[in-house]
């Protein structure tokens, strides 16, 4: 790893410490879970909406299970009703 100072240094080197992961690779993982994590819950709901559709769930199962994922995301999003997450992808 370069002697750059990087913000999660301490994740990166325990990463690398507890797995296979070399330096590079496991700056690279963090660098896409934190991405993940950052997602706008509106760009979540579609994303996630249009996933679960393609998997052939019906909204009555969509909206739901989106309700309660949506409180596992990394910063809490409002608590939205099943209403609102229709309007998130349908307008």
Known sequence: M???WHPHEDLITHLTRTSA???GEAARVVADVLAYFSEP???FVRRR???LKAKGLVNDEIF???AA???SRRVAAPE???RQ???IVYG
């Open 2 to 4: 370069s002697t750059a």
């Open 21 to 23: 992961l070399g330096p």
């Open 41 to 43: 819950v509106e760009d």
């Open 49 to 51: 909406h249009g996933e």
């Open 64 to 66: 739901p299970r989106i």
């Open 69 to 71: 994922e949506i409180t």
């Open 80 to 82: 939205l009703s099943l």
């Open 85 to 87: 997450l229709r309007r």
